[in-house]
């Protein structure tokens, strides 16, 4: 009678806060099966830490590979083959749409379901995600196979002589792409069960699978544009195998059958519907501006534009260890109705993630330069600049990621999706009018920085609307105001070490380390209280870890 009083009020809790989970919650009240003691509490900091560290080990293992693959095909391939890699890659990745609106509605939907420990529900949801996803990738290959496959032929700026690699290309990203999409639901009950130790391990196979690609793309007698599609094409599929393989043998609810559960099915596409519009014009923020680099600019600008968005995506994945940890996190404390810890861990996963891309962030902007042109042997024009904009950018998508996963938890999309989903779509009628009558390519990369930081403002009064404990003035005085000294203090101090000393590597890391040092001397002690404790007690776990060691010899 107890627990039934406690359901009931929960629902009733729930009900308020978010219309569109009242069928999901009724179904949970009548679930047939009784929700399993719990081991451990549903939110917990210590899993965030030591999650995040897991993902640390496998960001700096993907981080290490990237960096030399990158190096290893641009200077396999060369700057056309490259810029073409890239070119015919974004008609695919700009259907992707469809995949990053279900990904987000079916991550938040299990890790919910996961969150009021309902077996049955939670495994007819998973279900549910992966009938959406079967259908989504049979609409790409559609869409793929008639309008896209018509963009690649009549509209993209590419050498007659490798048309027949294109292709190739481009039929190997569709069936890449087709399984990744049925991938997600799996993906995302590994995440919502927290096991991120899964993405480390596998990630070592993943690695050294990706280094002997290389290898084989090195000595390969093969048209070399070719033989990277199809063999990473085979380790893509051999590596999804693997993750639907644990996640079948690990957790029941990825076992899948058919159901057909409308009061699951409708919440979930009508979470995605809104979510569909503000992915689209991501898109067309990101794929669309590519495809526009390659109209005006041609092929060579296409492998300057691919090379800064891979230093922004590894120089971002510094982050993504924390964010993919806090993320279930947040979700599973809104929907036990613990709205003060959610705000509290919005609102510090923001700031201490900030400060985290800034240590990584002044040494690569103050030394770009440097860090290309060792990375690389070819250095496309424009790749400098290109770089050090995608920096600024990163700052202002983390913080609206970071507000987006509180709105998520929520379920409310419809205004999110509008506003920064308008924001986004702006970009490229003002990069093609930018393009086509002042020919200055840098445009369109600054517009998307600006565009993503008034859609980060726009984010965190739209979370306040259903959590009132989150308002712009305590994200300016919580987050905003804490790091603005921090950061243009790290900047001023990266930049005296190049007065003094010349280009090279002593000058990179005389920066990196002097910026960084300011960063955590600072932050430790402008801190909250709590964070001040913890790092206190695990620096004196280790000194004692490492007397008892000395001891011992």
Same mark, same amino acid.
């Given at each position: 009678?107890?627990?039934?009083?406690?359901?009931?009020?929960?629902?009733?809790?729930?009900?308020?806060?978010?219309?569109?989970?009242?069928?999901?919650?009724?179904?949970?009240?009548?679930?047939?099966?009784?929700?399993?003691?719990?081991?451990?509490?549903?939110?917990?900091?210590?899993?965030?830490?030591?999650?995040?560290?897991?993902?640390?080990?496998?960001?700096?293992?993907?981080?290490?590979?990237?960096?030399?693959?990158?190096?290893?095909?641009?200077?396999?391939?060369?700057?056309?083959?490259?810029?073409?890699?890239?070119?015919?890659?974004?008609?695919?990745?700009?259907?992707?749409?469809?995949?990053?609106?279900?990904?987000?509605?079916?991550?938040?939907?299990?890790?919910?379901?996961?969150?009021?420990?309902?077996?049955?529900?939670?495994?007819?949801?998973?279900?549910?995600?992966?009938?959406?996803?079967?259908?989504?990738?049979?609409?790409?290959?559609?869409?793929?196979?008639?309008?896209?496959?018509?963009?690649?032929?009549?509209?993209?700026?590419?050498?007659?002589?490798?048309?027949?690699?294109?292709?190739?290309?481009?039929?190997?990203?569709?069936?890449?792409?087709?399984?990744?999409?049925?991938?997600?639901?799996?993906?995302?009950? #590994?995440?919502? @069960? $927290?096991? %991120? +130790?899964?993405?480390? =391990?596998?990630?070592?196979?993943?690695?050294? /699978?990706? &280094? !002997? *690609?290389?290898?084989?793309?090195?000595?390969?007698?093969?048209?070399?544009?070719?033989?990277?599609?199809?063999?990473?094409?085979?380790?893509?599929?051999?590596?999804?195998?693997?993750?639907?393989?644990?996640?079948?043998?690990?957790?029941?609810?990825?076992?899948?059958?058919?159901?057909?559960?409308?009061?699951?099915?409708?919440?979930?596409?009508?979470?995605?519907?809104?979510?569909?519009?503000?992915?689209?014009?991501?898109?067309?923020?990101?794929?669309?501006?590519?495809?526009?680099?390659?109209?005006?600019?041609?092929?060579?600008?296409?492998?300057?534009?691919?090379?800064?968005?891979?230093?922004?995506?590894?120089?971002?994945?510094?982050?993504?260890?924390?964010?993919?940890?806090?993320?279930?996190?947040?979700?599973?404390?809104?929907? #036990?109705?613990? @709205? $003060?810890? %959610? +705000?509290?861990?919005? =609102?510090?996963?923001?700031?201490?993630?900030? /400060?985290? &891309? !800034? *240590?990584?962030?002044?040494?690569?902007?103050?030394?770009?330069?440097?860090?290309?042109?060792?990375?690389?042997?070819?250095?496309?024009?424009?790749?400098?600049?290109?770089?050090?904009?995608?920096?600024?950018?990163?700052?202002?998508?983390?913080?609206?990621?970071?507000?987006?996963?509180?709105?998520?938890?929520?379920?409310?999309?419809?205004?999110?999706?509008?506003?920064?989903?308008?924001?986004?779509?702006?970009?490229?009628?003002?990069?093609?009018?930018?393009?086509?009558?002042?020919?200055?390519?840098?445009?369109?990369?600054?517009?998307?920085?600006?565009?993503?930081?008034?859609?980060?403002?726009?984010?965190?009064?739209?979370?306040?609307?259903?959590?009132?404990?989150?308002?712009?003035?305590?994200?300016?005085?919580?987050?905003?105001?804490?790091?603005?000294?921090?950061?243009?203090?790290?900047?001023?101090?990266?930049?005296?070490?190049?007065?003094?000393?010349?280009?090279?590597?002593?000058?990179?890391?005389?920066?990196?380390?002097?910026?960084?040092?300011?960063?955590?001397?600072?932050?430790?002690?402008?801190?909250?209280?709590?964070?001040?404790?913890?790092?206190?007690?695990?620096?004196?776990?280790?000194?004692?870890?490492?007397?008892?060691?000395?001891?011992?010899?």
């Amino acid at each position: 009678m107890q627990d039934n009083e406690h359901n009931t009020d929960q629902s009733s809790r729930l009900t308020n806060q978010d219309p569109q989970n009242q069928q999901l919650v009724d179904s949970n009240l009548h679930d047939d099966e009784p929700a399993e003691k719990r081991d451990e509490p549903i939110v917990s900091g210590s899993r965030i830490a030591k999650n995040a560290v897991m993902l640390y080990i496998r960001m700096f293992i993907s981080m290490a590979v990237g960096f030399y693959a990158s190096r290893v095909i641009l200077n396999v391939l060369g700057v056309v083959d490259y810029g073409i890699q890239s070119a015919v890659g974004s008609i695919i990745s700009s259907m992707g749409f469809l995949k990053a609106s279900m990904s987000g509605a079916t991550s938040r939907f299990l890790t919910f379901e996961l969150g009021r420990n309902k077996k049955k529900q939670l495994a007819d949801t998973f279900c549910s995600a992966m009938i959406i996803h079967i259908a989504i990738a049979l609409l790409i290959l559609l869409l793929a196979e008639t309008v896209g496959l018509w963009f690649l032929e009549n509209k993209l700026v590419i050498p007659p002589e490798r048309m027949v690699a294109a292709r190739w290309i481009y039929q190997a990203s569709i069936i890449s792409t087709m399984l990744t999409i049925t991938q997600v639901p799996y993906n995302a009950v #590994i995440i919502a @069960h $927290e096991k %991120m +130790s899964i993405y480390a =391990y596998f990630d070592i196979l993943g690695v050294t /699978l990706r &280094l !002997l *690609i290389l290898y084989l793309l090195v000595i390969g007698n093969f048209d070399k544009l070719i033989l990277l599609s199809i063999l990473s094409l085979a380790v893509s599929t051999f590596m999804m195998g693997l993750y639907r393989i644990y996640c079948i043998r690990h957790y029941p609810e990825s076992h899948f059958h058919f159901v057909w559960r409308k009061d699951i099915l409708k919440p979930m596409l009508g979470f995605s519907g809104w979510d569909l519009y503000g992915n689209l014009s991501d898109m067309a923020r990101t794929q669309g501006v590519i495809v526009l680099v390659n109209m005006f600019f041609g092929v060579v600008a296409n492998a300057a534009v691919s090379i800064a968005f891979a230093v922004q995506g590894i120089v971002m994945k510094f982050t993504s260890g924390i964010t993919t940890s806090v993320r279930p996190q947040i979700v599973k404390s809104f929907s #036990i109705g613990d @709205h $003060e810890r %959610m +705000s509290n861990l919005v =609102y510090m996963s923001a700031k201490y993630l900030f /400060l985290l &891309l !800034l *240590i990584v962030s002044v040494p690569v902007f103050m030394e770009t330069h440097f860090v290309v042109e060792l990375w690389l042997k070819l250095v496309p024009d424009h790749t400098v600049w290109l770089v050090r904009i995608m920096i600024f950018f990163n700052f202002s998508a983390l913080m609206s990621v970071v507000m987006a996963m509180g709105i998520h938890a929520t379920g409310k999309m419809k205004r999110i999706s509008f506003i920064n989903g308008s924001l986004y779509l702006s970009v490229i009628p003002i990069t093609y009018f930018a393009y086509k009558y002042y020919g200055n390519l840098y445009v369109a990369f600054i517009y998307n920085a600006l565009a993503v930081f008034i859609g980060c403002l726009s984010n965190v009064y739209t979370l306040g609307l259903t959590v009132k404990q989150v308002t712009l003035r305590r994200f300016f005085k919580q987050v905003l105001l804490p790091i603005a000294p921090i950061t243009l203090l790290a900047f001023v101090v990266g930049y005296i070490p190049r007065m003094y000393f010349p280009e090279g590597f002593l000058r990179f890391f005389i920066v990196g380390s002097t910026s960084t040092i300011v960063i955590f001397v600072i932050t430790y002690f402008t801190a909250e209280n709590e964070v001040r404790e913890l790092i206190k007690k695990r620096i004196l776990k280790y000194v004692k870890f490492g007397k008892h060691t000395d001891s011992n010899l």
